[in-house]
């Protein structure tokens, strides 16, 4: 028996380098189709149900289908053409979908072929952007309800930055690059990434917060505007959802409303912690959380993103002391990084909603996120100076 040949075959001999690149577009395609097809589908079915159980449900299966694929558009902020007026104003929360699927088609292909450096991986990615982004494309050329649709190039613009930048995070990960990256940074930058890290944290925090006790101070006028928004169950679902789908939108206003520009809300009206200016505000049962007046506290609300400056500084310490003109620069850095992540939030999370009363809703971007960034940094400096003064004091006040 130890004389017989060993079962299985001779062994595989390992890929030729010409056969690994052979299967890169092969898998950045399958990839992309993927996260399209998921995506589609997922927003299908739900938009399907929903057409079903309403009273549009014997309109036939194609409206749903051509409804779902403006949703799926949508996702990736894409604009909605209507007769009344460009629609901007779009949830944020669908963004993750089409997001998340990307990052794990990129984790999938990048661990499918092997990648073994910058040029494999930079091929996946344009290959997965390009087809992705063509999908995009196809599904704007057919999608599309009661005269809302949605511009070819627009969404080929749009869905293929969303490929490109999702993709890339997936495939960088699924590779490994990303230690290699993160390794080869400088220290004072690895340190005000744990900085920024931890601003940002404390900023969604405090943004929650404020949209939390605000909904609870005015929760009588919340609950009356959905009663009459939505007299029926079905109707009340619908609006739920559509409430949660723009529940981070209402957390991006909050921050800026802490942050003190605050936001517009249409007609004119500016909504910010020192004053309630402009027109009525609009009947959005959400809305019903805006005070008629500003809170006689409000403006405390300014610590906030002062404090969160802070808990970046202490995260910071806790890392390993730097000399102060270092934790300053590193603190510099970090709410600066911070700042245009808000303001890039803000500008995602704002738009119009026709071309009437609610053509200009939400946070000026730049405007807050230069807020953000300046309230963060004195809050981090004061920490960080406290921090290097204190020890100090009491052996000063004993020589003295």
Known sequence: MLERPVTGGAPKKPRERADVVATLPVAAITAALWAAGVGLVVIGVLTSVAWAVSSRGADGISTPLRAS???WLAAHHV???????????LPLLLLALPVVLLVRAGRWAARITSLSGRNDAALVVVAGTAV????????????????ATSSPQTALLCCGAVALLSLSAGVLVGSGMHRSLI??????VRRGAVAAATTGAALVAAAGLTLLVALALRF???????REAAPGVLDAAALLLVSLAYLPNLLVWALAYAAGPGFA???????????????LLPGVPVLGAIPQDPPPGAPLLLLLPVLAGMAGAAALRRRGRLDIVDEAVVLLGSSAVVGVVVGVLCWLSAGALGSGRLADVGPDGLVVG??????TVAGGLLWSL????LPHLPRRAWHA
């Open 132 to 147: 992705y982004a063509f999908v995009g494309f196809l599904v704007a050329e057919v999608a599309g309800i009661a005269d």
């Open 79 to 89: 604009p909605v053409d209507t007769p009344a007026g460009p629609v901007t104003l």
């Open 183 to 188: 390794a080869r940074l400088p220290l004072l």
């Open 265 to 279: 809300i249409g007609g004119g009206a500016v909504v910010d912690p020192f004053s309630v200016s402009g027109g």
């Open 220 to 226: 009588h006028t919340v609950s009356s505007l959905g």
């Open 69 to 71: 694929g403006t949703i």
């Open 386 to 389: 406290g921090a290097h003064l």
């Open 370 to 375: 230069l807020a953000v960034a300046g309230l």
